[in-house]
């Protein structure tokens, strides 16, 4: 069923005048979407490493009181 399903995609697209475009189109959101992936993990990458800071200035702050 679903091998069916891809290759009538195939087809149809063939069959489509604008596919280089589209093709283009697609590969450059894909491309778009990857480095927008990567932008958000790097984000919460320094999130948690500052969160992870402050978890650790806290604590020594507590250690020194105590």
Same mark, same amino acid.
């Given at each position: 069923?679903?091998?069916?399903? =891809? !290759? ?19 590969? &450059? ?5 990857? =480095? ?6 790097? =984000? #919460?990458? #320094?999130?948690?490493?500052? &969160?992870? !800071? #402050? ?9 020194? !009181?105590?």
């Amino acid at each position: 069923m679903t091998v069916q399903k =891809i !290759s009538q995609r195939g087809h149809f697209a063939s069959r489509e005048p604008r596919d280089p475009v589209n093709a283009t189109f697609r590969a &450059v959101f894909a491309l778009a979407s990857i =480095i927008l992936k990567l932008k958000v993990i790097f =984000i #919460n990458d #320094n999130v948690t490493a500052s &969160v992870f !800071s #402050n978890v650790q200035a806290t604590a020594l702050e507590n250690q020194g !009181s105590s």
